[in-house]
Structures are given as structure tokens and as C-alpha cells.
Antibody, heavy 120, light 110 residues
Framework: QLQLQESGPGLVKPSETLSLTCTVS??????????WGWIRQPPGKGLEWLGT???????YYNPSLKGRVTISVDTSNNQFSLKLESVTAADTAVYYC????????????WGQGTLVTVSS | QSVLTQPPSVSAAPGQKVTISCSGS????????VSWYQQVPGAVPKLLIY???ERPSGIPDRISGSKSGTSATLGITGLQTGDEADYYC???????????FGGGTKLTVL
């Protein structure tokens, strides 16, 4: 059964870069039928899509993040990563990684999520 | 505000039926598949409906999805207290080249 697990610092200082990694187990990240994505959820608020990557490195990003986000893939380690630059308190959220089906655009499964707090 | 519009809350009694709407446009719901997610407080979002009306394995048939034009609907019959959760719709927006989610709907089973 495919599983995803987020890892990275739980506390980031304002203006610095948030970095998270998602490790995929039970299946290959190089499966051509899927994208791999990041979604976040600020405390008490809804879901926000951050971006998606394909195994060959092709990416889509949320335009509202204005170029602050970068997603990369490491097929040799079955991982993909998120970098969010110049963070502020508004970037405090639970960050989820998830697998997204090509064409049909649904996310399943999801990682357990990791809370990242932006604070000095 | 979200590209997809959902009512903030809905409620119904146990055993009754409820529908949750998700309104969009031709660039998203009108021409793309819709998915629905259930999020119990403190838990990870769970896929309920994909490809607009399909249920993953393990999701009971009292859960249904449909679409008409630029609006999608999630239906839940035989409401149970365990259905109390937040529900989100999602799809692809071809104009934005972005995945978009609704703002979420809180379901209360009275």
C-alpha cells in the first residue's frame, strides 16, 4: 500500500526558506500515471494547493504564491521536496504531500501532514 | 476567497439526506473532473469521490457525487454522527493552470 511521509523543521523564522521532503513508500514515484503534490492548511482554514511535480521534473505551481515555491523530485530516493521562500506568519500551516492522478485530478493517498510554524 | 464556492455549513438530522454544493465556472468544474474530500477534525483529508461520481474502495454507496454544468454536488444519505466533518471539493482550473479547492463545508448532524 502506497504511503507518503512528510519530514522537515517544524519551526521556521520569518524571511527564511521553508523546506520539506515527502518520502514515498510502497510504490514508485516514477509511475507515469501520477503527479506528486503539496497542499497546505492554515490553522482553522481550508485547503490550498501549492504545486505538483511529475517524475520527469515537470512542475505546476499555484500562481498566487508569486514564484516563492519550488518543488523538486529525487527519483533515486523516491522523494520529492518543497521549498517556500521568504516565509511570513501567514505561511504557518499543516503541510501535506499527496499523490495526484493524471487527468482525473484527485489526491489520494495523503501523508499525515506536518505543522510548520513561522515565528522568530 | 476560493475559486470554487461552497456553503460554509449544512446540517441535518441522523438518518436524513444532505447535499453540499460546489459552484465554479467553465474553466474548472464545467470541463474537468471533480473530487470530494472528507476531513474529520484533527485528521487527514480523505478522498470520498473522484472523477466527479466514482467512489474509492471502502466508501459506502450512501455517498454520491454529481455534476451539472458548472456546479457539482456531494450527496450523503442515511446521515450518521460519524459523518460530522468538513467537506471540500476540488478540481483543475484550465485558465489558472492550477488545482483549486472549495472553501469547505462543515456538516453538522443534529
Amino acid at each position: 500500500q502506497l504511503q507518503l511521509q512528510e519530514s522537515g523543521p517544524g519551526l521556521v523564522k520569518p524571511s527564511e526558506t521553508l523546506s520539506l521532503t515527502c518520502t514515498v513508500s510502497g510504490g514508485s514515484i516514477s509511475n507515469s500515471g501520477y503527479f506528486w503534490g503539496w497542499i497546505r492548511q492554515p490553522p482553522g482554514k481550508g485547503l490550498e494547493w501549492l504545486g505538483t511535480i511529475y517524475y520527469n521534473g515537470g512542475t505546476y505551481y499555484n500562481p498566487s504564491l508569486k514564484g516563492r515555491v519550488t518543488i523538486s523530485v529525487d527519483t533515486s530516493n523516491n522523494q520529492f521536496s518543497l521549498k517556500l521562500e521568504s516565509v511570513t506568519a501567514a505561511d504557518t500551516a499543516v503541510y501535506y504531500c499527496a499523490r495526484r492522478k493524471v487527468i482525473y485530478n484527485y489526491f489520494d493517498p495523503w501523508g499525515q501532514g506536518t505543522l510548520v510554524t513561522v515565528s522568530s | 476567497q476560493s475559486v470554487l464556492t461552497q456553503p460554509p455549513s449544512v446540517s441535518a438530522a441522523p438518518g436524513q439526506k444532505v447535499t453540499i454544493s460546489c459552484s465554479g465556472s467553465s474553466s474548472n468544474i464545467g470541463n474537468n473532473y471533480v473530487s470530494w474530500y472528507q476531513q474529520v477534525p484533527g485528521a487527514v483529508p480523505k478522498l470520498l469521490i473522484y472523477e466527479t461520481k466514482e467512489r474509492p474502495s471502502g466508501i459506502p454507496d450512501r455517498i454520491s457525487g454529481s455534476k451539472s454544468g458548472t456546479s457539482a454536488t456531494l450527496g450523503i444519505t442515511g446521515l450518521q454522527t460519524g459523518d460530522e466533518a468538513d467537506y471540500y471539493c476540488g478540481t483543475w482550473d484550465s485558465s489558472l493552470s492550477a488545482v483549486v479547492f472549495g472553501g469547505g463545508t462543515k456538516l453538522t448532524v443534529l
